[in-house]
């Protein structure tokens, strides 16, 4: 069974970091491509950062550019997402997305399988 599971979010100040996880089970990440997402309260669902199967190539919305950086653990069967210099529009529920494709999307709609989510929120 295809799961995946985030962890590590919470209440940071402003310029603070966090690292979510994002723990696959079922499937091994050779053959699934893993996007970050994040949803703001009222706001869409927006696609942050993904990370391809295969070349391991990784794309990074302009938003966090700078910030915000996706890994692949492979012997944790995991992909991270370190976020540095987190803003208070950062905030909002995170969460991982698979799907076996071997070129990662940014779009919502292109992932089958989805974590429960994680909130992150900057405040101080």
């Known amino acids: 069974q295809v799961q995946v599971v985030e962890s590590g979010g919470g209440l940071v100040q402003p310029g603070g970091s966090l690292r979510l996880s994002c723990a696959a089970s079922?499937?091994?990440?050779?053959?699934?491509?893993i996007g970050w997402f994040r949803q703001a309260p009222g706001k869409e669902r927006e696609g942050i950062s993904c990370?391809?199967?295969?070349?391991?190539?990784?794309y990074i919305a302009d938003s966090v550019k700078g910030r915000f950086t996706i890994s692949r653990d492979n012997a944790a069967n995991t992909v991270n997402l370190q976020m540095n210099s987190l803003k208070p529009e950062d905030t909002g529920v995170y969460y991982c997305?698979?799907?076996?494709?071997?070129?990662?999307?940014?779009?919502?709609?292109?992932?089958?399988?989805w974590g429960q989510g994680t909130q992150v929120t900057v405040s101080s």
């Open positions: 079922g499937f091994t990440l050779d053959y699934y491509a």
């Open positions: 990370l391809n199967t295969g070349d391991g190539k990784t």
């Open positions: 997305a698979a799907d076996s494709m071997r070129w990662c999307s940014r779009y919502d709609r292109d992932y089958k399988y």
